[in-house]
């Protein structure tokens, strides 16, 4: 069984920086791809980006502003966040997948396995 432990959500003010980061523990991480996801209050989940097992390649929602990258060695994904605003106040998963290829997975029932989540306020 693979668990997701996200950390580095708090509170930035608009146009600040956050790094959140997404360990892994069970399973192989190498050869799993991942993915971040954001719900918003009152709307459904969203695709962020995603980046396969290798860390070759990388797929984003339209978010210029982001960048996912991944270390195998410590068995941990990263969101980097620049710019925020206050309409990126979300709850930010993680998420992975066993299936094989480097896909895009940009839907929500694609992933396995997901983190508890953690909060992301951007004040204005």
């Known amino acids: 069984q693979v668990q997701l432990v996200e950390s580095g959500g708090g509170l930035v003010q608009a146009g600040g920086s956050l790094r959140l980061s997404c360990a892994a523990a069970?399973?192989?991480?190498?050869?799993?791809?991942m993915g971040w996801f954001r719900q918003a209050p009152r709307k459904q989940r969203e695709f962020v980006a995603s980046?396969?097992?290798?860390?070759?390649a990388t797929y984003y929602a339209d978010f210029d502003r982001f960048t996912i990258s991944r270390d195998n060695a410590k068995n941990t994904v990263y969101l980097q966040m620049n710019s925020l605003k206050p309409e990126d106040t979300a709850v930010y998963y993680c998420?992975?997948?066993?299936?094989?290829?480097?896909?895009?997975?940009?839907?929500?029932?694609?992933?396995?396995?997901w983190g508890q989540g953690t909060q992301v306020t951007v004040s204005s």
């Open positions: 998420a992975g997948t066993d299936k094989f290829g480097d896909m895009r997975y940009d839907q929500a029932n694609e992933y396995d396995y």
């Open positions: 069970g399973g192989t991480f190498s050869s799993m791809a």
């Open positions: 980046i396969s097992g290798s860390g070759g």
